[in-house]
């Protein structure tokens, strides 16, 4: 009786069935976590074919978003020990008197805020503390008194933050100065949570961190990911898709933090030198290769005039997509390839030139 036609058979099936494991254990597998911090819901979004990989480096990257956060921390939190000892703490409460040693991370940040205070010529203040107090976002907001904020205005300013690169140290000149980093934090910390997805070999992955947007590689169909850029006037609209791969996208609206007296809208996003509220847009999402950039970036392009920001954006070889306060958009000419205007939407397209 001959045996080898049942013998291959048996044999196909096994090397097929261990085949079709082998390929299901390297196929693409989505990992998905969730946490609120700094204020917002985070998401982080990975892929790879080890599941346990995947969850270990999300956690990695959630530790270093938490290591930011402590650092850059203003609020000084009672009976907290990670947090009432934070970098920003501590050279707020040493203002006028003493340099305090700090984190190279809380370095680096004040530096970076320190470049794009001069460049966009104070439109971006990091010392912006002490309005933002007055204004009460963080707890009940107000529209203080004018001699108040004419007050507060003094004692803002980027020339009186001291930084010593060699030892380590930040002074703030004047007591009374106050550092407040909620517009470069967030972004800081999504793009060093990036690069730790990228050391734990992830390849494909995409944080959500509230408004930032940070992207790498292309999207599992391996195609550029298509991120929506919010109508800020409309909470389900989307006014633009923008496509995006390795980069980060970074909005910055008046949607996000604001109150109403007597049908004007105060928002979040002062103008540090008026001591008021921008007033020259609705949102702002500012392109970049590094999400804490364009952290910083989305600020400034929203403080400056729609135009100005246009030519900021060109000379520093970065992009932006503007939604004016006269419902206008513009946009960098180089991101006309990767934007798709949505019609039917009540505002004026206009190229940026």
Same mark, same amino acid.
């Given at each position: 009786?001959?045996?080898?036609?049942?013998?291959?058979?048996?044999a196909?099936?096994?090397?097929?069935?261990?085949?079709?494991?082998?390929?299901?254990g390297?196929?693409s597998?989505?990992?998905?976590?969730?946490?609120?911090?700094? *204020?917002?819901?985070? $998401?982080?979004?990975?892929?790879?074919? *080890?599941?346990?990989?995947?969850?270990?480096?999300?956690?990695?990257?959630?530790?270093?978003?938490?290591?930011?956060?402590?650092l850059? *921390?203003?609020?000084?939190h009672?009976?907290?020990a990670?947090?009432?000892?934070?970098?920003?703490?501590?050279?707020n409460?040493?203002?006028?008197?003493?340099?305090v040693?700090?984190?190279?991370?809380t370095?680096?940040?004040?530096?970076?805020a320190? =470049?794009?205070?001069?460049?966009?010529?104070?439109?971006?203040?990091v010392?912006?503390?002490?309005?933002?107090?007055l204004?009460?976002?963080?707890?009940?907001?107000?529209?203080?008194?004018?001699?108040e904020?004419?007050?507060?205005l003094a004692?803002?300013g980027?020339?009186?933050?001291?930084?010593?690169?060699?030892?380590?140290?930040?002074?703030?000149?004047?007591?009374?100065?106050?550092?407040?980093?909620?517009?470069?934090? =967030?972004?800081?910390?999504?793009?060093?949570?990036?690069?730790?997805l =990228?050391?734990?070999?992830?390849?494909?992955?995409?944080i959500d961190?509230?408004?930032?947007?940070?992207?790498?590689?292309?999207?599992?169909?391996?195609?550029?990911?298509?991120?929506?850029?919010?109508?800020?006037? =409309?909470?389900?609209?989307?006014v633009?898709?923008?496509?995006?791969?390795?980069a980060?996208?970074?909005?910055s609206?008046?949607y996000?933090?604001?109150?109403?007296?007597?049908?004007?809208r105060?928002?979040?996003?002062?103008?540090?030198?008026?001591?008021?509220p921008?007033?020259?847009?609705?949102?702002?999402t500012?392109? $970049?290769?590094?999400?804490?950039?364009?952290?910083?970036?989305?600020?400034?392009?929203f403080?400056?005039?729609?135009?100005?920001?246009?030519?900021?954006?060109?000379?520093l070889?970065?992009?932006?997509?503007i939604?004016?306060?006269?419902?206008?958009?513009?946009? $960098?000419p $180089?991101?006309a390839?990767?934007?798709?205007?949505?019609p039917?939407?009540?505002?004026?397209?206009?190229q940026?030139?």
């Amino acid at each position: 009786m001959n045996r080898r036609g049942p013998v291959l058979l048996i044999a196909l099936l096994l090397l097929t069935a261990l085949l079709a494991s082998f390929l299901y254990g390297r196929r693409s597998r989505e990992y998905t976590s969730d946490q609120f911090l700094m *204020d917002t819901l985070i $998401s982080i979004k990975v892929y790879g074919s *080890d599941p346990e990989n995947l969850r270990m480096a999300v956690n990695a990257a959630y530790t270093e978003m938490h290591r930011i956060a402590e650092l850059a *921390d203003s609020f000084p939190h009672p009976g907290t020990a990670a947090f009432a000892g934070s970098d920003v703490c501590r050279i707020n409460q040493q203002a006028g008197i003493a340099p305090v040693p700090v984190n190279p991370d809380t370095l680096a940040m004040l530096q970076l805020a320190k =470049k794009y205070c001069e460049l966009s010529g104070g439109a971006f203040d990091v010392t912006i503390g002490p309005l933002m107090d007055l204004w009460g976002f963080g707890k009940i907001p107000h529209i203080p008194p004018p001699e108040e904020i004419r007050a507060a205005l003094a004692l803002v300013g980027n020339q009186d933050l001291l930084l010593d690169e060699i030892k380590q140290t930040a002074f703030l000149r004047r007591r009374g100065m106050k550092l407040d980093l909620g517009a470069i934090a =967030k972004g800081y910390a999504t793009e060093k949570a990036l690069q730790s997805l =990228k050391k734990s070999g992830i390849r494909k992955a995409l944080i959500d961190a509230g408004g930032n947007i940070r992207v790498l590689g292309r999207n599992p169909h391996n195609s550029p990911w298509r991120i929506g850029i919010k109508d800020p006037r =409309k909470s389900d609209g989307i006014v633009a898709i923008l496509s995006l791969e390795d980069a980060a996208a970074v909005t910055s609206g008046d949607y996000y933090r604001f109150f109403e007296v007597d049908g004007k809208r105060y928002h979040h996003i002062l103008d540090p030198r008026t001591g008021y509220p921008a007033v020259e847009n609705m949102a702002v999402t500012a392109i $970049s290769s590094d999400a804490g950039i364009a952290d910083v970036l989305s600020t400034v392009f929203f403080v400056l005039p729609a135009e100005t920001a246009l030519k900021t954006a060109a000379g520093l070889g970065e992009k932006v997509f503007i939604v004016t306060a006269d419902h206008r958009i513009l946009y $960098s000419p $180089s991101l006309a390839a990767n934007i798709e205007l949505l019609p039917g939407t009540a505002y004026r397209y206009e190229q940026g030139r």
